[in-house]
């Protein structure tokens, strides 16, 4: 039973660039968690999805970011006309129902560099 | 929002000593978990802990929700426990994971 998996593991980008990041959830998990953590800091929420729906955009920047879950296929998480202090490692996590009843297992992120 | 905070920032210890980290927060939660983030970068989900106690090997976590804190205690410590231990919490009226700033640790041998 595959854990989260997420690709690519590094991703480097030109400012200007968009990056695309992908999340694969654990087998029968419907429910999709991004997280960005910047240098020497801790995980910051961006997203929560539902197959199909954002239930909770909060952490996600206004301009520039977005987030999807598709019926069929993985979790993306797209970032237009990326600049430097985009670079971050980006953690995804899934859960197979609301709340979290349970232990959260996260990917082994995607690190972002923007040159 | 909710406000976690990990004490201490850094911690320094030689093979073989015991640690004690701490997790404060600021609201009731539904939800506590401890992870560590190994020097490559992978977190490793340690314990789910609600309230209670549990113990998994050398490490155990005691979460007392009434007074708003976690506890988790590192036994015998490994040159392998080096990195950075987050506490994370979801909030009663939340449906996601809050992390603390998290304690870095350096296990010398």
């Known amino acids: 039973n595959a854990g989260v998996m997420q690709n690519p593991r590094h991703l480097v980008r030109r400012r200007g660039q968009e990056a695309r990041l992908r999340c694969s959830p654990m087998?029968?998990?419907?429910?999709v968690y991004w997280y960005r953590q910047l240098p020497e800091e801790g995980l910051k929420f961006m997203v929560y999805?539902?197959?199909?729906?954002?239930?909770?955009e909060s952490g996600m920047p206004k301009e520039r970011f977005s987030a999807e879950f598709p019926k069929e296929g993985p979790s993306i998480l797209r970032i237009q006309q990326v600049v430097r202090g985009d670079s971050a490692a980006y953690f995804c996590?899934?859960?197979?129902?609301?709340?979290?009843?349970?232990?959260?297992?996260f990917g082994s992120g995607t690190q972002l560099s923007v040159l | 929002g909710i406000q976690v905070e990990q004490s201490p920032p850094d911690l320094i210890l030689q093979e073989g000593a015991n640690s004690t980290l701490r997790c404060n927060f600021s609201?009731?939660?539904?939800?506590l978990q401890w992870f560590h983030q190994n020097p490559w970068g992978q977190l490793i989900n340690l314990f789910y802990?609600?309230?209670g106690t549990k113990q998994n090997g050398r490490l155990s976590a005691t979460t007392v929700a009434t007074e708003r804190y976690s506890l988790l205690y590192i036994s015998s410590s490994q040159t392998t426990d080096s990195g950075v231990y987050f506490c994370?919490?979801?909030?009663?009226?939340?449906?996601?994971?809050?992390f603390g700033e998290g304690t870095q640790l350096t296990v010398n041998p």
């Open positions: 996590a899934s859960s197979p129902l609301v709340g979290l009843n349970e232990k959260l297992f």
């Open positions: 087998k029968g998990h419907s429910h």
């Open positions: 999805l539902q197959k199909e729906n954002i239930i909770d």
């Open positions: 609201d009731s939660v539904n939800n």
């Open positions: 802990i609600p309230s």
């Open positions: 994370a919490v979801e909030e009663t009226s939340g449906s996601r994971l809050t």
